[in-house]
């Protein structure tokens, strides 16, 4: 094993850190607030490129450099001293500053998941747009399927009223949740993978031991079929939204409901947090998305993304929380700045209502599943269809990549 290094008391151990940062900010402010990063290539060990960028550049945008400097074919991953980059960092939370070396790694297209009503899941590859496996067992319409955060498992609810954990590389099922009274609308796994969180038309949502497959909490209060059931992405709340036009904001550890957000005049579909669970967004059947504030200072109104022609059935915030999607029975996805509502980008090519729509783990594409059977994936740039996956013989329920 390693030697040791001296111990530090924790304040001394503070002070180092804190002098070390400083040092490195005045390193990078002396050289005008930008950095010069040295890019090896994470499989040869090649020099690849040096590129300069921003102090206050996010690693996302430092890849973006090393994709036009390095000839790349796509983004890479970025790794500094063994480590995986997040891509929303800034590049001095990931530690980098001037003279730093990182190196670079393709990593293959994440992949697509679909549920559908023709009682199946399927696995898709992005980008040749292949069907690779199909999770067969239900027997009624599949309402929706997630991927755990590593890709290994998918969790999918069904109308035949259990909820199924499946082994991603193999597609074996591993667990039937049983216990609901009515159809599962939905199901997601926490961040970490150890529990699973459904709603169902029997007016509860329920929380399982991902493991065991048990039952290790109920959570009531809605009045009407829960449509929708999932998690903060720091793992300390659960929202469900229900038929009868309420989001309730729970305690997943003692089911306690937190707040209630009671202002839709229709079916709350769906409602997904922002990347630092500090937003909500909010689709409802009268055809408006809502963006609300989970700040304990500011929980008025929510701002309205107002266009799509009829109801909106699922949103969705960017890895990076700047914009939402949205799917409409308008047979529309919109792409919204989050910050002020501005619509900004229209998907059309769906021939019947999208059901669903999701970003791509790095933001640059989304992906929809619609009633006319088809899934298609899309530009989030340009708008342009990229790829129609067509294979299932029922509706697409839910649409959405791998995060890996």
């Given amino acids: 094993g390693r030697a040791a290094g001296p111990l530090q008391a924790p304040n001394a151990q503070m002070a180092a850190e804190g002098q070390s940062a400083e040092g490195e900010h005045e390193q990078n402010m002396a050289q005008g607030g930008r950095l010069t990063i040295s890019v090896d290539s994470g499989v040869t060990g090649d020099p690849l490129a040096e590129v300069t960028v921003s102090a206050r550049s996010t690693v996302l945008q430092l890849a973006q450099?090393?994709?036009?400097?390095?000839?790349?074919?796509?983004?890479?991953?970025?790794?500094?001293?063994?480590?995986?980059?997040?891509?929303?960092?800034?590049?001095?939370?990931?530690?980098?500053?001037?003279?730093?070396?990182?190196?670079?790694?393709?990593?293959?297209?994440?992949?697509?998941?679909?549920?559908s009503g023709d009682q199946t899941v399927r696995i898709w590859d992005a980008q040749t747009g292949e069907c690779t496996r199909v999770l067969s067992g239900h027997s009624d319409t599949v309402s929706s399927a997630f991927f755990s955060l590593d890709g290994r498992r998918v969790v999918s609810a069904s109308d035949d009223r259990t909820v199924r954990i499946w082994d991603a590389d193999t597609g074996v099922c591993e667990q039937i949740l049983r216990g609901h009274r009515d159809g599962v609308w939905c199901a997601a796994f926490t961040p970490d993978g150890a529990s699973v969180i459904s709603g169902s038309n029997d007016s509860t949502a329920r929380i399982w031991d991902a493991r065991t497959g048990g039952c290790v909490r109920m959570l009531e209060g809605h009045v009407d079929s829960v449509w929708w059931a999932s998690f903060s992405p720091d793992g300390c709340t659960a929202v469900t939204c229900s038929v009868d036009g309420s989001a309730r904001l729970w305690d997943p550890a003692t089911g306690h409901c937190r707040r209630i957000i009671a202002d839709h005049p229709g079916i709350v579909s769906c409602a997904s947090f922002?990347?630092?669970?500090?937003?909500?967004?909010?689709?409802?059947?009268?055809?408006?998305?809502?963006?609300?504030?989970?700040?304990?200072?500011?929980?008025g109104w929510p701002m309205f993304l107002c266009g799509h022609g009829d109801d909106v059935w699922w949103s969705s915030f960017s890895p990076d929380g700047l914009t939402v999607v949205t799917a409409s029975c308008d047979h529309t996805a919109r792409l919204w700045a989050a910050a002020t509502g501005v619509c900004r980008l229209v998907l059309r090519g769906?021939?019947?209502?999208?059901?669903?729509?999701?970003?791509?783990?790095?933001?640059?594409?989304?992906?929809t599943g619609s009633d006319d059977c088809t899934t298609k994936i899309w530009d989030a740039i340009s708008g342009r269809c990229e790829r129609t996956l067509v294979g299932h013989t029922g509706n697409v329920t839910c649409a959405s990549f791998a995060s890996c």
């Fill in 350 to 367: 769906h021939t019947d209502a999208v059901l669903c729509a999701s970003f791509s783990p790095r933001g640059r594409c989304v992906v």
């Fill in 65 to 115: 450099e090393v994709l036009e400097a390095g000839g790349l074919s796509d983004f890479p991953r970025l790794l500094f001293k063994g480590e995986v980059l997040e891509d929303w960092h800034r590049l001095s939370q990931a530690g980098l500053c001037h003279g730093s070396k990182v190196q670079a790694v393709l990593c293959p297209p994440p992949a697509v998941l679909t549920a």
């Fill in 274 to 299: 922002s990347p630092d669970s500090r937003s909500l967004v909010t689709s409802c059947s009268d055809g408006v998305a809502r963006v609300w504030s989970l700040e304990a200072d500011d929980a």
